[in-house]
């Protein structure tokens, strides 16, 4: 039986940060598969999951558990088929929805491979002082359906915020375990837990009405398509991201200022440049860098907003930033 985590969170609560401390804390004899989805088109996750040592399947754009859950279930059927591992942990995107995936994840179809266990939810207590993402079903589903709640960005918490989660806390925590901790370090045994919450969600609205693009055409680049841009608009958010083939190289304080400095919530990305390759994530004004072992076979950056941002002012900005354009 392979064990299942779900791993939940709003947009850049820190997901992917706790996906990569759980894997670098992983028993060393056992083998892990991620399956992460991502609201944009061009995905951006797994290429800053790639060096952490866990098999790895993505699906970009929009949700997986629309279009009647078709990718979910086709991306998981492919891991199950074609490896054998011991636990998988599942990243949804910021925007999804816990009850379609835990649905699909209890289906009878998957009993005899998987047993689901405590589902996590990250949190940054930040995101309850603003009342756009307070108010947001996916970040209200997110949080109910969990079992164990990750308190995260501690380092970066004021009086305000203290005060927001602990009013969360009388309000919905319940009887569920509420951990604080900063960049998802948590105990992996948290990850042993059983599924307890067995909560019913309020049916949502408008849950899956938004459109799946055509992501894999982004990565189908070559000589006389040195780069792609692709979009995604639904539940509320706007995500244009770009790919550039493998000649395409970036100024480095250029890119880097770009990322800092671009007028939107999220930007995260993977560039080549010409000391190697720099994985870029901001949300808001959390930014991280970090430089690659392994440059990716392309360069690929992403922007999410809440509203429609200036993506050509935004793409003619980073088009100049091609050392070789
Ligand atoms: N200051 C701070 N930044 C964090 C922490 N956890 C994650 N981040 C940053 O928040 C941003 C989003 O994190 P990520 O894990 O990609 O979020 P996801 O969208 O939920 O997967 C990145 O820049 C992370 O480096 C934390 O505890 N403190
Ligand atoms: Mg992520």
Known sequence: MILVNLITGFLGSGKTTTLLHLLAHKPAHENWAILVNEFGEIGIDGALLAESGALLKEIPGGCMCCVNGLPMQVGLNMLLRQHQFDRLLIEPTGLGHPKQILAMLSAEAYQPW???????????????????IRENENFRDQLAAAD?????????WQEEDRQALAQWQTEHQGARQLICTEYGRIDPALLDQPRRNLRTLPQGEAHHQHQRGSGLAALRLDRHAPWRRAFNQGQGYYACGWAFNSDTLFDTVGILEWARLAPVERVKGVMRIAEGAVSINRQGADFHIETRQTPPPDSRIEIIHHSDADWNQLQS???KLRLNS
């Open 114 to 132: 998987l047993t689901l266990q405590a589902s996590l939810a990250l949190l940054d207590p930040r995101q309850l002082s603003d009342a756009r």
């Open 148 to 156: 164990i709640i990750i308190a995260n960005k501690q380092d970066r």
């Open 317 to 319: 900005e980073l088009l």
